[in-house]
């Protein structure tokens, strides 16, 4: 049975940082490409970062470049979420989400999903 389980949000002061992990199980890891996207209240779900099975490819969303990365440890089957840098404007629900092959920014071609973790970034 796949699992994936978000755990690190939290609520933070503009500027400030967190780290969020997802840590999997049930899957071929280093054939995994890993996805995080975000879903603030009342839009929809999108992606912001996403990592290949080797961790060589990263994609990152326009909002996010430079002040997210998206480290991947094929070791321990887990990738991260570093977010520095945070704005009120990061504040969402986020999820990461599993496939094979290639890191995708399409949310639809995900196989698997946790159950997502809430970051809040006051003022």
């Known amino acids: 049975q796949v699992q994936l389980v978000e755990s690190g949000g939290g609520l933070v002061q503009a500027g400030g940082s967190l780290r969020l992990s997802c840590a999997t199980s049930?899957?071929?890891?280093?054939?995994?490409?890993m996805g995080w996207f975000r879903q603030p209240p009342g839009k929809d779900r999108a992606f912001i970062a996403g990592i290949g099975p080797s961790g060589v490819d990263t994609q990152y969303a326009d909002s996010v470049k430079g002040r997210f990365t998206i480290p991947k440890d094929n070791t321990k089957n887990t990738v991260n979420l570093q977010m520095n840098s945070l704005e009120p404007e990061d504040t969402a629900g986020y999820y990461c989400a599993a496939r094979f092959g290639r890191v995708s920014r399409c949310s639809m071609s995900y196989d698997d999903w946790g159950q997502g973790t809430q970051v809040t970034v006051s003022a």
């Open positions: 049930g899957r071929t890891f280093n054939h995994t490409a």
